[in-house]
């Protein structure tokens, strides 16, 4: 699964996440228990999330599409004076 996102992260920030992935590198190469715990607890979240994108994903789109349809339409600024 890819996700993106419109809004940069710091520097603070990605160095947090580079600390995070370096974390689980080791818990997973050391066959840690919390890793094996993390691991089973992402795999039930990823599986929660496609059910609720099965069940809800048709309507979301189209909220989705309605959303872009209007929020892309130009304003148009009065001259008043």
């Known amino acids: 699964m890819v996700q ?6 710091t ?3 990605k160095k947090n996440a580079g600390v995070a992935v370096m974390a689980m590198k ?12 993390a691991n ?3 795999k039930l979240f990823v599986a929660a999330k496609k059910a609720v994108l099965l069940k809800y994903g048709v309507r979301a789109k189209q909220e989705w599409m309605k959303k872009q349809n209007t ?10 004076k």
């Open 4 to 9: 993106m996102t419109m809004t940069k992260r």
């Open 11 to 13: 520097k603070e920030a």
């Open 26 to 37: 080791l818990a997973k190469d050391k066959d840690d228990m919390q890793w094996k715990k």
């Open 40 to 42: 089973k607890f992402k």
């Open 71 to 80: 929020s892309t339409a130009p304003e148009k600024k009065s001259d008043k």
